[in-house]
């Protein structure tokens, strides 16, 4: 049994067959960095929580613009790729990995026939939609009433989070498809950051001079 | 009892005490035309069946943008009034009250208690919660990936669904709040969209000449 599982916040409450059941059937599927893989309904292969690595959950316009709506970390449960066994959850999102990642996967059916009878795994599961849906929330509010500054400020000081690093390894590209704009509107305000001494650019790097002042800034 | 109460998908499945309890303790709100409720997880009261009448949900940017999420009609269930009950679900929406509205209202302490013990309840708000996130997700990548005009003529041929006439009693500001812009910019598209023969514009009125080309047209 991968320890990620007896983390998860049901399995306390799950019986001895249950919990064998799941034992019997979980598994790790890696993922080689920058793999994509667009999730639908239809193909989902279970309940997966996050190991090792990291990934981004983003959304894609017919015409390839793409929206960061979050990322999945360390120990994180990816809910939305276990949508096809919610009903009524029905929306498709694209997940890139941005680092070698490994996944424990509970396949769909023996998640499925244990949140029918178990209650608390029912609770964990609208838990773990409800929380979802109000970061997608968030996110929406933010895209349609915050000034592009400001979301540039928010996304350079949420790398600075997931890096713990001053030092983002960061292209111009990635941080538009972050933000759903394009890499011009990107590099002109980076270049206004980096007037106001807030940043310092060089190539393939961005250098936050100083986190606070961003924030203040923006 | 409210007719209402006993469609709801649950009904056939609760106890005869649970029926009991909420039988004693639903009650009709009626909200005027043009009352707007904001709506947060500590303000809820319970969960609400629009009986009559209908409803707009939107969210509000600080400085008072509006963009309308959907609308609640007759026989609906509003699962977002019911976030106070909902662990996990936290954000803010407004109501707007179209028409003289009436509601049927289940506590939340009783439907909170008839969810905690009854599987089917629970089913029922994962799958309302699940649909909602959907409806959202899709307002979402309609506001970042669809044009102005392609969202215009979906707004115009929405009110046309709603209203069942091609007349519609829209201003122009109603447009620019159901769709988060300008009014300047719902007018010049009106403008366009009248040039090209596809509406009608007279005071207080839009005319849709042509649905099914507005339609193709966006």
Redesign the interface.
């Given at each position: 049994m991968s320890e990620s599982i007896s983390f998860l916040p049901f399995w306390d409450a799950l019986t001895d067959s249950e919990k064998a059941a799941i034992n019997h059937s979980v598994f790790i599927q890696k993922y080689e960095k920058g793999t994509v893989i667009h999730q639908y309904s239809g193909n989902c292969i279970g309940l997966n929580i996050l190991q090792k690595g990291r990934a981004r959950i983003f959304?894609t316009?017919?015409?390839g613009?793409e929206?960061t709506l979050c990322r999945l970390l360390e120990g994180e449960v990816c809910i939305l790729s276990a949508a096809c066994m919610?009903?009524?959850?029905?929306?498709d999102i694209d997940i890139a990995y941005e680092e070698d990642t490994e996944s424990c996967i509970i396949p769909k059916d023996v998640f499925k026939a244990v949140s029918d009878t178990n209650?608390s795994v029912?609770?964990f599961?609208?838990?773990?939609?409800?929380?979802?849906?109000?970061i997608?929330?968030?996110?929406?509010?933010q895209?349609?009433?915050s000034s592009m500054r400001n979301r540039l400020s928010n996304a350079l000081l949420e790398h600075y989070r997931l890096e713990k690093s001053r030092t983002l390894h960061l292209t111009h590209d990635a941080l538009a498809r972050d933000l759903?704009t394009a890499r011009e509107v990107v590099t002109r305000l980076l270049n206004q950051f980096q007037s106001e001494g807030l940043v310092c650019l060089s190539r393939g790097e961005i250098t936050l001079l100083d986190p606070e002042s961003l924030s203040l800034s923006s």
């Open positions: 959304i316009s017919p015409e613009d929206i919610i009903h009524n959850l029905n929306f209650p029912k609770d599961t609208l838990g773990m939609v409800a929380n979802n849906f109000s997608i929330m968030d996110r929406f509010n895209f349609a009433f759903g």
